[in-house]
């Protein structure tokens, strides 16, 4: 017992928390990612990790193709639609208002989730846990199930392994010289708006990555973006959108908040995050690893 | 939001010609209810009103608020709860509403005010959305249900609102003296002041204007009047529900600012009146209301940015490009 509290019950919200905070770590490095070279807040990112769910469950339903392939086609069905509208249409953004962008992946976000919504209705689609890890192992405090597990354990791989790419590699090191000063890295030769392009497809993958990893834990729905980006944003209020590891860190910190509020209060669990924004505004209005002013 | 857009919005000097123009606008609507069904022309007052109030915050002091739906929705709940549960006539009632919309304003506007641009949007959005789980876990909210048949009731004891007629006028003079409060406060020197935000913010605080006690002055005004907007609609349509205080609102009365022009002052009120009717059309047909609102969004954005009357003044007013307040 922890403060009155099974300890069954309590490290099973801490876990559920954990998961939530891996969807918010994915869904937030997306944006921290996308924000930091093309200044734009992608509002479709909610849209855009249903659509990888999405992907994976038409896979399945209609080809055959499982979980495996799935998790590599799914982000990447995603990540080549997202380069696409950044041709189309977000390059032709960037020398105006950031606030456009916003407005423009807003719609967008409004469209996606529209047309799911018109083909598949508003209730959810099961999608089945992969056999390799279907059930549970018991842990002698608490059983969990061993796709939960794997949720956790895979975003943090991918988290670090993003951070790294973007801190290690050559094409990390012109990504975060062309964050710092775009026109300068234009002029030693590097192809600024191929990088942009590149980016936004990244940023989109990362989303469609995390859709496809939620989708056995939640239901596959037109909806299940929507309500989650609007968390994810003041997960990025909070952390502040300058660093790339502090999106990460903030996502999963912010989860783990909302899992042990559900234990000690869980009608406050809906609004936790929004109440820690408000006290991260009140006393660190740059956010906890922002930068800017 | 310092860009091409805002600053070619519509300067301060207004023509004859834009004088005859708004008369002839009131006379119309004062004889539209003998032509169109009265309940949709009175929708389109309120969101007009709504769009207004909106825009009093993004074109006027460069403020994107992502969580109006709270003040409008807000209001309507407030409104609905002191007229049907307390017994509350309807003008005390839309006093409530709106003094609920500015203090929500208030609390919402303090913490918004502390960041910029698009952090502003994702705040204003955050914290709305969290009053948007309050009215479903509240229980005066009635939850999904939301509050139905709200007695209209008599106007201070005089005016019998059921009669349709004398709901819409009462409705035409709420949206009236609302839009002509909006116009004070635009061209007084308090409206100025906000502009000079809009266009630069460092150079406004330079020149010893305390900027945030200024943006959270039109944040607050701007609630209260998006608040006078939901609590008439509650009254016109006897209910309150979460569709009005969902971010989906906040984003139509966006995408109404938008599409008519940001900035101008009848913009907001033609692109509430258009995005109202092409709601009704499509009510009627299969096609999802949320694809065309996108749509119209990507649309706007991309070529058409000044909107339709923000378009207008540019081509008729001000022909020669050379656009400057």
């Known amino acids: 017992m922890i403060f009155g509290i099974p300890i069954q019950a309590f490290l099973g919200q801490l876990l559920v928390g954990l998961i939530n905070g891996s969807f918010y770590a994915l869904l937030s490095l997306g944006l921290a990612i996308i924000f930091g070279l093309l200044r734009v807040i992608n509002f479709a990112h909610g849209a855009q990790y249903m659509l990888g769910a999405f992907a994976g469950y038409l896979l399945l339903a209609h080809l055959g193709i499982g979980y495996w392939p799935a998790l590599i086609l799914a982000p990447l069905i995603v990540g080549v639609t997202g380069i696409i509208i950044e041709r189309l249409a977000l390059s032709r953004l960037y020398d105006i208002d950031p606030l456009y962008g916003l407005l423009f992946t807003f719609g967008l976000a409004l469209v996606l989730e529209g047309v799911f919504r018109y083909y598949f209705g508003v209730s959810g689609n099961p999608y089945p846990v992969p056999p390799l890890l279907a059930g549970g192992t018991n842990l002698g405090f608490m059983f969990l199930p061993i796709y939960r597990g794997w949720v956790v354990v895979a975003s943090l791989v991918i988290c670090i392994g993003v951070w790294l790419a973007i801190e290690k590699t050559k094409f990390g090191s012109y990504l975060r010289a062309a964050t710092e000063n775009p026109s300068l890295v234009q002029a030693f030769g590097v192809n600024v708006p191929l990088l942009l392009t590149l980016t936004y497809g990244l940023g989109a993958a990362l989303a469609g990555l995390a859709g496809i990893l939620a989708a056995p834990v939640y239901q596959v729905s037109p909806l299940m973006g929507s309500n989650l980006i609007i968390v994810v944003f003041a997960v990025v209020v909070v952390g502040g959108m300058g660093s790339i590891l502090g999106a990460i860190v903030t996502g999963y910190m912010l989860g783990l908040a909302e899992g042990l509020t559900k234990v000690f209060y869980p009608e406050a669990s809906n609004i936790v995050i929004f109440v820690i924004m408000a006290i991260v505004l009140l006393v660190r209005p740059a956010g906890l690893f922002g930068k800017d002013a | ?325």
């Open chain 2, 1 to 325: 939001m310092t860009d091409l857009t805002l600053r070619e919005a519509r300067g301060k000097s207004s023509s004859r010609l834009e004088w005859m123009l708004v008369a002839l606008g009131i006379l119309a609507l004062v004889a539209a209810p003998f032509f169109v069904y009265p309940i949709f022309l009175m929708k389109m007052l309120c969101f007009a009103l709504f769009a207004c109030a909106f825009n009093l915050l993004l074109g006027y002091t460069g403020l994107l608020s992502f969580g109006h739906a709270a003040f409008f929705g807000g209001a309507a709940y407030f409104t609905a709860h002191s007229i049907k549960v307390w017994g509350w006539p309807p003008e005390a009632g839309i006093l409530l509403g709106v003094a609920g919309a500015a203090l929500l304003g208030l609390v919402i506007g303090f913490f918004a005010i502390r960041r910029q641009g698009i952090y502003f949007a994702m705040i204003t959005l955050a914290l709305s959305q969290m009053f948007f789980f309050f009215c479903v876990q509240a229980e005066f909210t009635e939850g999904e249900d939301g509050i139905q048949g709200v007695p209209r009731g008599f106007l201070f004891g005089l005016i019998d609102l059921h009669v349709p007629l004398n709901i819409y006028y009462v409705v035409l003079a709420v949206f009236l003296i609302g839009v002509f409060a909006i116009w004070r406060i635009v061209n007084s020197p308090f409206g100025m002041i906000l502009r000079s935000i809009r266009e630069n913010e460092n150079r406004a605080t330079s020149l010893g204007y305390s900027v945030a006690n200024y943006k959270l002055a039109a944040f607050v005004m701007s609630a209260a009047l998006a608040g006078l907007a939901g609590s008439v609609k509650a009254i016109v349509f006897q209910f309150a529900t979460l569709t009005d205080v969902a971010w989906q609102m906040s984003g139509e009365v966006i995408l109404m600012t938008l599409l008519g022009g940001i900035g101008t002052m009848v913009g907001p009120i033609v692109g509430a009146g258009l995005v109202v009717a092409l709601q009704n059309m499509l009510a009627t047909s299969d096609f999802p209301v949320t694809i065309a609102t996108g749509l119209i969004f990507m649309v706007c954005v991309l070529v058409f940015r000044r909107g339709i009357v923000g378009e207008i003044y540019a081509r008729v007013f001000h022909p020669a490009g050379s656009s400057k307040d």
